[in-house]
């Protein structure tokens, strides 16, 4: 059974930082890309970033370039989403997804998505 769960979300103050972890089971990194998506009350799904093991894709929405940066530990199957920087902006409910085409998780496409994790951030 494929399973993603985020988790590492919480409240922080403007400028804070924060790691989100991502934890999958049920396929393998290599074979999937990664994303990391964000839904902020009365506003519409947006991903923040992704990327593909397979190709070495990597995409980071403009909002959140040269903040966050993406890692991963294979040996657990952990994709990471590392937040500097906070804003109140960012705050979201963050989840993770797997897609096996790299470029439609841009777009909001992917085959499996995981449960999430909020991130306040307050200034």
């Known amino acids: 059974e494929v399973q993603l769960q985020a988790s590492g979300g919480g409240s922080v103050q403007a400028g804070g930082t924060l790691r989100l972890s991502c934890a999958a089971s049920?396929?393998?990194?290599?074979?999937?890309?990664i994303g990391w998506f964000r839904q902020a009350p009365g506003m519409r799904r947006e991903v923040v970033s992704y990327?593909?093991?397979?190709?070495?894709?990597?995409y980071y929405a403009d909002s959140v370039k040269g903040r966050f940066a993406m890692s991963s530990d294979s040996a657990k199957n952990t994709m990471y989403l590392q937040m500097k920087s906070l804003k109140p902006e960012d705050t979201a409910f963050y989840y993770c997804?797997?897609?096996?085409?790299?470029?439609?998780?841009?777009?909001?496409?992917?085959?499996?998505w995981g449960k999430g994790t909020q991130v306040t951030v307050s200034s």
């Open positions: 997804a797997a897609g096996r085409v790299a470029h439609r998780l841009r777009y909001g496409v992917a085959d499996y």
């Open positions: 049920g396929f393998g990194f290599d074979d999937f890309a």
């Open positions: 990327t593909s093991r397979r190709d070495g894709t990597e």
